[in-house]
């Protein structure tokens, strides 16, 4: 059981190029997160998925596209990498709503290891 | 939507000594509350959290306390150690709804010093 898996740990880009970061989590999730963290500026969500299938926008969605083609699977696209992405992306999931249900321990989110993006 | 807010940014104590984060949140249907807790170079974890029909919750050495009239929430750590050094993130949500996402602050570091 690797909870969550992030591909891949390190990238840096050129201005322009594209990537793909990949999320994967094997506890059968229903809600998975993609997140930004910047310096002093905290946890920013970028886009979410209540399920297989669905994506929906986040705080911070320019610039950054999303699919869920498979459960376990949440990818994260920068179509034309800007300096401005540089940042360290975590993926998060959790089996449902965290805090819903009589037992909080059911719905906890869960982070990633990260991965630190580099765009010259 | 949500506003979180963490004040100050940085906070420093002596080992031994207690320290009390606090967090305000601006939806006051905002009903669940979360701490995280992150080393420096891993991944965010959760240490605690606590639903809007309780006033305070304990795990060991911390503690999270509610108000929800005044709409702020505070981390309590005592007898602090050297390995509670770590950023500190507060999170509120609204947990009805299938949309129902977290909203984090900026986060506070806590250096506890030997």
């Known amino acids: 059981n690797a909870g969550v898996t992030q591909t891949p740990k390190f990238r840096v880009l050129k201005t322009g190029q594209s990537m793909t970061l990949l999320c994967a989590q094997d506890?059968?999730?229903?809600?998975m997160y993609w997140y930004r963290q910047d310096p002093g500026m905290g946890l920013r969500l970028i886009h979410y998925?209540?399920?297989?299938?669905?994506?929906a926008k986040g705080e911070v969605p320019d610039g950054y596209n999303v699919s869920r083609l498979k459960k376990q699977n949440f990818l994260l696209g920068l179509e034309s990498a800007a300096p401005s992405q540089t940042s360290v992306y975590f993926c998060?999931?959790?089996?449902?709503?965290?805090?819903?249900?009589?037992?909080?321990?059911?719905?906890?989110?869960?982070f990633g290891a990260g991965t630190r993006l580099s765009v010259l | 939507g949500e506003n979180v807010e963490q004040h100050p940014s940085t906070l420093s104590v002596q080992e031994g000594d207690s320290a009390v984060i606090k967090c305000t949140y601006s939806?006051?249907?905002?009903?669940?509350f979360p701490w995280y807790k992150q080393e420096l170079g891993k991944r965010p974890q959760l240490i605690i959290d606590i639903r809007s029909n309780v006033g305070e919750k304990k795990d060991q050495r911390i503690a999270v306390t509610l108000n929800k009239t005044a709409k702020h929430f505070s981390l309590h750590i005592t007898e602090t150690q050297p390995e509670d050094s770590a950023v500190y993130f507060c999170a509120a949500s609204n947990r009805t709804g299938a949309n129902s996402k977290l909203t984090f602050g900026k986060g506070i570091t806590l250096s506890v010093r030997p």
């Open positions: 998060a999931s959790s089996l449902g709503i965290p805090g819903l249900g009589s037992n909080l321990a059911k719905n906890i989110q869960y």
């Open positions: 506890m059968n999730h229903e809600y």
């Open positions: 998925s209540v399920g297989e299938g669905t994506t």
């Open positions: 939806d006051s249907a905002s009903n669940y």
